[in-house]
């Protein structure tokens, strides 16, 4: 799909949760975030983060190199969820499970 979109001129970016399939695919451009499956964004609330990953796809539409570039955002899941957390708990929303 991207290399279609791509093909009409406009550039495209992924964002991915599965290295090895994109490593696979060789999209375009993509930007590996080493999170849960369905989390590609982080945890709720957490719109700094939020904001980290969305400005870092946007940087890599320019930024990238050849094409199939995956840059690695260097992130963990650990952390998201810890700071998510304490967002969650600072804004009076119970412990998720």
Do not use: K, Y
Not at 4 to 26: F, Y
Not at 38 to 57: E, K, M, N, S, Y
């Amino acid at each position: 799909m991207q290399r279609a979109i791509e093909r009409r001129g406009i550039p495209t970016v992924s964002l991915t949760v599965a290295r090895d399939i994109t490593e696979h695919a060789r999209p375009p451009r993509a930007v590996f975030v080493p999170f849960r499956m369905g989390h590609h964004f982080g945890v709720p609330f957490h719109r700094d983060l939020q904001r980290r990953v969305i400005l870092t796809a946007l940087d890599r539409l320019v930024a990238a190199g050849a094409s199939g570039d995956i840059h690695d955002l260097p992130l963990t899941w650990a952390r998201a969820r810890q700071e998510g957390r304490a967002i969650e708990r600072a804004l009076g929303h119970g412990e998720r499970r």
